[in-house]
């Protein structure tokens, strides 16, 4: 099974860095949960962030952020729309159930009929 993610949303913030304080370098990135396997493809409900600077290449993790940066964060966490959590059945998959439902019909076949 692999994860991986898609990105919903990313934004530049005018805040000050609070490592280097520049206020050009901050981005505010939402991003979703994908799951894959040889079966299925699904897009979870879960949604992560990330704040990172990139004038001094740091992340910034929330017990740095001031109360301006949480205000931004909270603001554009509630403006986000995620995709609808769902699961999608690969070919392989729906060659199983087809399979398995020829199987059960042979043998309710047979059931019926033993003498064939």
């Given at each position: 099974?692999?994860?991986?993610?898609?990105?919903?949303?990313e934004?530049?913030l005018?805040?000050?860095?609070?490592?280097?304080?520049?206020?050009?370098?901050?981005r505010?990135?939402?991003?979703?949960?994908?799951?894959?396997?040889?079966?299925?493809?699904?897009?979870?409900?879960?949604?992560?962030?990330?704040?990172?600077?990139?004038?001094?290449?740091?992340?910034?993790?929330?017990v740095?952020?001031?109360?301006?940066?949480?205000?931004?964060?909270?603001?554009?966490?509630?403006?986000?729309?995620p995709?609808?959590a769902?699961?999608?059945l690969k070919?392989?998959?729906?060659?199983?159930?087809?399979?398995f439902?020829?199987?059960?019909?042979?043998?309710?076949?047979l059931a019926?009929?033993?003498?064939?």
């Amino acid at each position: 099974m692999s994860e991986s993610f898609i990105k919903l949303k990313e934004v530049v913030l005018k805040n000050n860095c609070p490592e280097c304080y520049s206020v050009e370098g901050l981005r505010l990135t939402f991003q979703q949960k994908i799951k894959e396997t040889k079966f299925y493809k699904s897009i979870t409900s879960q949604v992560i962030h990330s704040l990172e600077c990139k004038v001094c290449n740091t992340i910034i993790y929330p017990v740095q952020w001031t109360d301006d940066i949480e205000r931004v964060f909270e603001y554009q966490q509630k403006a986000i729309k995620p995709k609808k959590a769902s699961r999608y059945l690969k070919q392989t998959s729906w060659i199983g159930i087809l399979l398995f439902v020829l199987v059960m019909a042979v043998i309710a076949f047979l059931a019926i009929y033993p003498n064939l």
